[in-house]
């Protein structure tokens, strides 16, 4: 299997986690993912230490607390696939998070370098900003749960939805340099979700020089690494595709490079 892509594990560990992504095993420097699947009653607790997170409440409900403040039954879709956009939970580094279940629970924790500069709080479905990205066979559903233009120290996190014939994260684009105001550095990880669940998607990962040139089958519940270069990802027909990502660099912007053979394709979209 590729070093790009990282499976789940068929059954939860004690602590609930079935996918864990860390900088060290990424062989990067910013990104942390990791994935829990939680049972009615069970409590998740972590302390962030050095790093920030966004946790995202993927599907069912649950009780929050981080820091002082807490938020009791949060969580309203019990499916991705309801395409209603999720209750998230920013918590600053230097702070202790606790995560309770009420119902069963997807739960994803995204994790990069922070500061302790803001506050812990609530990211509700009606702070998430919704938009209809591209046209045609190019058309997906977005929700930006932590934008650029939302407080953070590193993080940011966005879902798609991709309908069965249709392409996104397309026109393949990259953000892999240093190169402000242009593109900036920032990683990049996949979260898939597909329904039905034995479906798959397509992804592929080249750079310039084709020194990467990688195209994944990727199933339900695995996760893409993208340290560099284009990643454009395709859904089967018949299969929506589902995923969340996390991105983060030594700058909070996201700014992308249009492969320069494919550019033309952004005067097609809406």
């Not at 062989?27 to 049972?39: A, H």
């Not at 591209?134 to 991709?162: C, K, Y």
């Not at 990962?205 to 395709?234: F, N």
């Amino acid at each position: 299997m590729s070093q790009y892509l990282i499976s789940a594990a068929r059954e939860p560990d004690e602590s609930g986690r079935i996918l864990s992504v860390t900088p060290e095993s990424a062989q990067w420097k910013y990104v942390g993912f990791e994935v829990y699947r939680l049972r009615p009653g069970q409590t998740l607790s972590q302390e962030t230490g050095n790093l920030e997170a966004c946790v995202v409440l993927l599907s069912g409900k649950a009780d929050v607390s981080a820091g002082d403040e807490v938020w009791t039954g949060i969580g309203r879709r019990m499916s991705v696939f309801e395409k209603t956009p999720p209750y998230s939970v920013y918590v600053p580094s230097g702070t202790r998070f606790t995560v309770g279940a009420s119902t069963e629970l997807e739960l994803a924790i995204c994790r990069a370098p922070g500061r302790g500069t803001l506050p812990p709080r609530l990211i509700a479905p009606e702070a998430v900003g919704v938009e209809h990205r591209g046209s045609g066979s190019m058309g997906r559903l977005v929700h930006n749960i932590l934008p650029e233009q939302e407080p953070a120290d590193s993080l940011l996190v966005v879902e798609v939805f991709t309908p069965g014939g249709h392409w996104s994260s397309y026109p393949p684009h990259k953000h892999d340099r240093d190169a402000l105001p242009e593109e900036s550095l920032l990683e990049e990880t996949y979260y898939f979700r597909i329904a039905p669940e034995q479906g798959f998607a397509v992804q592929r990962i080249y750079t310039d020089d084709l020194s990467i040139d990688e195209t994944l089958t990727v199933r339900d519940a695995q996760t893409v690494l993208v340290p560099k270069g284009y990643h454009p990802v395709s859904a089967p027909p018949g299969y929506e595709v589902y995923y969340l990502n996390v991105m983060a660099g030594p700058h909070r912007t996201w700014k992308f490079f249009n492969d320069p053979g494919h550019a033309w394709l952004m005067g097609r979209q809406g």
